[in-house]
T-cell receptor, first 115, second 114 residues
Framework: GNSVTQMEGPVTLSEEAFLTINCTYT??????LFWYVQYPGEGLQLLLK?????DKGSNKGFEATYRKETTSFHLEKGSVQVSDSAVYFC??????????????FGDGTTLTVKP | DAGITQSPRHKVTETGTPVTLRCHQT?????MYWYRQDPGHGLRLIHY???????DKGEVSDGYSVSRSKTEDFLLTLESATSSQTSVYFC?????????????FGPGTRLTVL
């Protein structure tokens, strides 16, 4: 079956520090990969995605590259801000017709950025 | 924004009572999902739907049932609530187009079972 393993948290950084949150996956097919972000009291929202090997997803200064050879999709940001404090989820979706659009999520990594 | 609302947003109930949570979407997407979110467990899929009257179980379906009589509404019912069902429940939709299958989430319902 499919699974996603992401770096355990919590992660605490100072403002302007470099961020990496590791994510590796196991999939039976050729999945699409996602990072979602959840701010306090809200639902998850898509941060970025990649649909094929070597694709780089990017949004709001965050980036992640689909690495098929290492089955990884690590999230990075060069300079974090206090407003980036949130929970980050790595996820995959098998694009087979029988999947009904389902996704598999990692357990989430809590990021706190201190001024 | 996929126009997803959930009701109620907060609910406190007692053990043994039935509870129904509602998810409503405004864009008539085919796929809808119910998740629960608990500390240390991330998101776990309870049930999902791939069309009107078409539903299937997720990984944590025991104690839950669902119904989808209209495209826009997906109901989650706890037949007899237990304290272990205290959680935050999220509804999500997938637009189901070929490609990436990203999901769009509602704001969540915080359920407390006393």
């Amino acid at each position: 079956g499919n699974s996603v393993t992401q770096m355990e948290g919590p992660v605490t950084l100072s403002e302007e520090a470099f961020l990496t949150i590791n994510c590796t996956y196991t999939a039976t097919g050729y999945p699409s990969l996602f990072w979602y972000v959840q701010y306090p009291g809200e639902g998850l929202q898509l941060l970025l995605k990649a649909t094929k090997a070597d694709d780089k997803g990017s949004n709001k200064g965050f980036e992640a590259t689909y690495r098929k050879e290492t089955t990884s999709f690590h999230l990075e940001k060069g300079s974090v801000q206090v407003s980036d404090s949130a929970v980050y989820f790595c996820a995959l979706s098998d694009r087979s017709n029988t999947n009904a659009g389902k996704s598999t999520f990692g357990d989430g990594t809590t990021l706190t950025v201190k001024p | 924004d996929a126009g997803i609302t959930q009701s109620p947003r907060h609910k406190v109930t007692e053990t043994g009572t039935p509870v129904t949570l509602r998810c409503h979407q405004t864009e008539n997407h085919r796929y809808m999902y119910w998740y629960r979110q608990d500390p240390g467990h991330g998101l776990r899929l309870i049930h999902y739907s791939y069309g009107v009257k078409d539903t299937d179980k997720g990984e944590v379906s025991d104690g839950y049932s669902v119904s989808r009589s209209k495209t826009e509404d997906f109901l989650l019912t706890l037949e007899s609530a237990t304290s272990s069902q205290t959680s935050v429940y999220f509804c999500a939709i997938s637009k189901g187009t070929s490609g990436s299958n990203e999901q769009f989430f509602g704001p969540g319902t915080r359920l407390t079972v006393l």
